[in-house]
Nanobody, 124 residues
Framework: QVQLQESGGGLVQVRGSLRLSCVASGRTFSSYAMGWFRQAPGKEREFVATISGSGGATYYAASVKGRFTISRDNAQNTVFLQMNSLKPEDTAVYYC?????????????????WGQGTQVTVSS
């Protein structure tokens, strides 16, 4: 059984920054790709960023590219999402997820386990 625990969310002003963390347990972390997704009220969960098992490949949603950075520390079983230049439309619950493949992916259906989520609120 894999467990994922996100942290780092909170309330931030427009153009501010936050760093989300997600710690994984119960699986050989470095073998598997990770992703960050978000869900705003009344909307479907959407892809934000993904990183391969080795950390050598990343991919971002167009809406966050250039502002967000995904990274991982396999020694600490942790994936990060550095969020800069935040906008009100970034407000959502952010989830991390892990899949049974080393290859990064953007579809929610390709991920096997999910965290409980952490709220990010950007105020203007």
């Amino acid at each position: 059984q894999v467990q994922l625990q996100e942290s780092g969310g909170g309330l931030v002003q427009v153009r501010g920054s936050l760093r989300l963390s997600c710690v994984a347990s119960g699986r050989t972390f470095s073998s598997y790709a990770m992703g960050w997704f978000r869900q705003a009220p009344g909307k479907e969960r959407e892809f934000v960023a993904t990183i391969s098992g080795s950390g050598g490949a990343t991919y971002y949603a167009a809406s966050v590219k250039g502002r967000f950075t995904i990274s991982r520390d396999n020694a600490q079983n942790t994936v990060f999402l550095q969020m800069n230049s935040l906008k009100p439309e970034d407000t959502a619950v952010y989830y991390c997820a892990i899949r049974s493949s080393r290859t990064e992916a953007i579809r929610t259906s390709l991920y096997d386990y999910w965290g409980q989520g952490t709220q990010v609120t950007v105020s203007s």
